[in-house]
């Protein structure tokens, strides 16, 4: 069982090589399963046992199941669709010493840039064309399938400091390599040439380095998971599997999927955007029901924020709190924080661990070191729009933020299992 879910996770991580991917891949999951996609600038039509999706900015995804009879609440899971990574600025080409071609980048998120070297890289996300027709914009998908640049590294002989601690420079050390002068002028007609469009028919593009490593299952007996984008894919994808699986009876059932986490969730489609907001208070409106409907509803209502965990490192053990140590698959991990950046508090803690300890799934507990002040995610961000119990969860893992991390192969069952209990 483990086994077929991780290579079914092996490859919705591997055709989502950006956020936009991500978003496009659950899409078709859902029209598989007969839900209708909305769209925020068109009239809805949605009625009671109906079944539906709606994205925003082509990266952030909310389905939703709305009950044949009355319901009382709200089951609300998110996850984001975004990961660290470099994202390619206009006019990209950087021509060097006359031989090289480069490609200029700044970072998108907070990542460790070491292992985005001497790897195999592309390039995927979307391109922007106005239909000659409708003269309308049209979103294409692009991913240039295949090892187009890499990051090479600086010889030791040319560092002797390097394996004393490096310090990166995104400007000057983390520009990746595209071609030699042949090159020139040919990285937009590659894009274009992917996305099967003219180069210039392109007004405007949202681009990113992907690491090109496949996923890979490894360890004694195969007990790990390793691949780019696991944060936070990997509940992303549990979110959507247990949606899917859930019953969905008694409860408006909530899959959502944002982007723009790794970047403080400040956009039009992130966390902290109207957007889940929105797409709550339009079901209402349509279903008959009150504003003081949604808000009696509100108040009986849980969210589950799935976003991944630090696992204790085998070789830094002391980075762990003394008295909270999740371990790849160990199950899930619930995360705590005084300062709610995690909002995890008892209440959704208790709700959550009856609901799990019923259903036999393991969890485990996250508390930053005292003297560490840790990431954040979007649970407390979302709460300033649409506030509820919310208990920030999240599947342990390596290497956050790498572009390629590693988790556990029991731990996204326990995830898709915990989602299905909650949607039931
Ligand atoms: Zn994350």
């Known amino acids: 069982m483990d086994h077929t879910i991780s290579k079914k996770l092996s490859r919705f991580l591997e055709q989502s090589p950006s956020c936009f991917h991500a978003a496009e891949n659950m899409k078709h999951s859902l029209l598989e399963k007969d839900f209708e996609q909305l769209h925020e600038n068109q009239k809805w039509q949605i009625t009671a046992g109906g079944r539906y999706f709606v994205t925003r900015s082509d990266s952030s995804l909310i389905a939703f199941t709305i009950p044949e009879h009355a319901f009382s609440g709200m089951r609300i899971m998110a996850s984001h669709s975004d990961s660290p990574t470099f994202k390619i600025k ?31 890289l592309s390039v995927a996300g979307r391109v922007i064309v106005k239909a000659p027709s409708s003269g309308t914009f049209v979103t294409k998908l692009v991913n240039v399938d295949r090892d187009l640049v890499l990051i090479p590294n600086l010889a030791i002989h040319m560092n002797r400091e390097a394996n004393n601690g490096c310090k990166y420079n995104v400007q000057k050390d983390m520009l990746p390599l595209y071609g030699d002068l042949a090159a020139k002028d040919t990285f937009m007609k590659t894009v ?58 008694k409860y408006l059932a909530v899959h959502c999927v944002l982007d ?46 799935a976003d991944n965990a630090h696992a204790v490192h085998p070789n830094y053990t002391d980075k762990a709190d003394p008295s909270n140590r999740p371990y790849i698959n160990g199950g ?32 485990q507990t996250f508390v930053n070191r005292s003297d560490m002040a840790g990431g954040s995610t979007l649970g407390n961000i979302s ?42």
Request: proline share 3%; glycine share 8%.
């Open 260 to 305: 723009s986490e790794e970047v403080g969730s400040g956009t039009k489609q992130g966390a902290a955007s109207t957007f889940l907001y929105d797409t709550l208070t339009r079901i209402y409106d349509h279903l008959g029901l009150t504003r003081e409907d949604y808000l009696i509803h509100l108040a009986d209502s849980l969210m589950i924020s």
């Open 192 to 249: 274009a040439d992917a996305a099967q469009v003219e180069e210039a028919d392109i007004l405007g593009h949202d681009l990113f380095l992907y690491n090109r490593e496949k996923a890979s299952i490894w360890g004694a007996s195969g007990e790990f998971i390793s691949c780019g984008r696991l944060d936070d894919l990997q509940c992303a994808f549990a979110s959507l599997e247990g949606f899917l699986a859930g019953d969905k009876k």
């Open 383 to 424: 709460n300033t729009q649409v506030a509820l119990n919310t208990v920030d969860i999240g599947l342990p893992q390596l290497a956050m933020h790498s572009p390629y991390e590693t988790a556990g192969v029991k731990d996204t069952g326990y995830l898709i299992r915990a989602a299905q209990e909650f949607f039931r």
């Open 90 to 120: 206009e006019n990209p080409e950087l021509e060097t010493d006359g031989h090289y071609i480069r490609l200029n980048v700044e970072r998108y998120g907070g990542m460790l840039c070491a292992p985005w070297f001497d790897r195999p």
């Open 332 to 363: 899930i991990v619930i995360k705590f924080n005084a300062s709610q950046k995690y909002c995890t508090d008892g209440v959704s803690a208790a709700m959550f661990r009856d609901m799990c300890r019923t259903a036999d799934i393991p969890l």
